[in-house]
């Protein structure tokens, strides 16, 4: 089994969409963004930020994608890092104060919901739409989250399309979890199944968000599970 997995796909699509000059760097680099937002958000060297620190600043950035609010990011944190957040609303002003293009589509976004948007739609014009009664929250929260996740499928769906007309006679894409492919081949087609999916899944991002490095890491192994 070959697996290709994107790196870090929703938070490339946040900064693409956003214009985040910050982020977009950080992965022109080829830097790690969570360490990044926790160095910048307390103050401190990269080098010098604790396994914990990045994992609340994992936890904040993962909160915009998913368009959590404070409350919503620290829940988030402890539940899925076992990290508390001392005040959470603290944290994310912070990340808003590094990241302003971030900060001003957030804030389009609440205006949006405000205003009762019924639809919002991915970067190639697919639609979501939202009843007109939905509260506030989920209609700020759908409107952030949806052309991220929503761009993630449509770049994801573009590369299964050309993994598939590329692929070796008797190599099989069996698969796909979240943002991972998985080919079944035989073990002489290894190198060539990896190099089809690298190319083809950059390919499929970098036509969709040309704005934003993509990365996709790739692994092999007899048995998915030991991969």
Not at 93 to 100: S, V
Not at 133 to 142: L, M, V
Not at 207 to 227: C, H, I, L, N, R
Request: charged share 25%; aromatic share 8%; hydrophobic share 40%.
């Amino acid at each position: 089994f070959i697996c290709a997995d994107y790196a870090q796909h929703e938070l490339r699509i946040l900064a693409a969409i956003t214009g985040d000059k910050a982020m977009l760097d950080t992965f022109a680099a080829d830097g790690d963004p969570h360490r990044q937002t926790a160095a910048s958000s307390l103050n401190k060297a990269p080098e010098d930020v604790t396994d914990e620190e990045r994992n609340m600043a994992k936890a904040i950035n993962f909160g915009i994608v998913y368009g959590q609010t404070p409350i919503g990011m620290a829940e988030f944190a402890l539940n899925k890092f076992n990290v508390t957040i001392d005040d959470p609303g603290q944290k994310l002003e912070a990340f808003f104060q590094n990241h302003p293009e971030i900060s001003d589509w957030y804030n389009r976004c609440k205006q949006e919901a405000r205003t009762g948007s019924t639809e919002t739609r991915t970067r190639i014009g697919r639609r979501r739409l939202m009843p007109a009664d939905e509260e506030f929250s989920t209609r700020h929260r759908r409107l952030m989250n949806s052309p991220i996740q929503g761009g993630a499928a449509d770049a994801f769906k573009e590369a299964m399309i050309l993994v598939h007309h590329r692929l070796p006679e008797g190599a099989k894409l069996v698969h796909c979890i979240h943002d991972e492919l998985i080919v079944e081949c035989a073990t002489a087609q290894a190198a060539i199944v990896r190099n089809i999916l690298e190319t083809s899944m950059l390919e499929a991002m970098t036509k969709m968000f040309p704005e934003v490095k993509a990365k996709v890491e790739t692994t092999s192994a007899e048995y998915w599970g030991d991969k």
